[in-house]
């Protein structure tokens, strides 16, 4: 088994198939943070709400973020709303923002560049948690890359997997109850 690096900040955790945890079931985290001393955290990014900002929020002052769709970005603290964006770059490493508040995240918006969401909770990981989740095969490190603007939902779970990790397909693609077949 390949080492996790010392930080999976900028990376992607995809959930391995035989995580059956109803939070993080065929899921892909963007990694925020992660250090020994302080955890880790991150948004699921594949879990669209089927709803965007403007069709909860009509406030004025969040008008140039109407467009920004939602997302179940995890468990926690899902009484609060987090913008986040990326963008691919012709040449070179993606750029991640998060974090962003109502005026820096309204900037990208009008930058053009930055593909925006909002995130409904974060998943979070206290220290040595994801580590010992590693350890236990029930995550599998993917770097942050353009499968991420062509595909969402279950879909770039499964395409994430069949590019980095070909040998999970078959369990990828299995039912839940293969009796059910």
Not at 65 to 84: I, K, M, N, S, W
Request: net charge negative; hydrophobic share 40%.
């Amino acid at each position: 088994m390949a080492r996790a690096p010392r930080t999976l900040a900028g990376r992607l955790l995809v959930s391995h198939p035989q995580l059956r945890d109803d939070h993080f079931r065929e899921t892909v985290v963007l990694m925020h943070t992660h250090s020994d001393d302080e955890g880790a955290l991150g948004v699921i990014v594949n879990r669209p709400l089927g709803r965007v900002l403007g069709q909860i929020e009509t406030s004025a002052t969040l008008a140039p973020l109407d467009g920004v769709p939602l997302f179940e970005g995890g468990p926690v603290a899902t009484d609060r709303l987090a913008f986040g964006g990326w963008c691919f770059p012709v040449k070179g490493e993606p750029e991640v923002r998060f974090g962003l508040d109502q005026d820096e995240a309204a900037a990208l918006a009008a930058d053009g560049r930055f593909r925006l969401a909002a995130y409904v909770g974060y998943a979070g990981w206290s220290p040595g948690q994801l580590e010992n989740e590693l350890k236990m095969n029930a995550w599998v490190i993917c770097p942050f890359d353009d499968l991420c603007l062509e595909h969402e939902g279950v879909d770039l779970w499964k395409k994430l997997l069949e590019r980095h990790r070909p040998d999970l397909r078959l369990e990828a693609d299995s039912p839940d109850n293969p009796g059910l077949n």
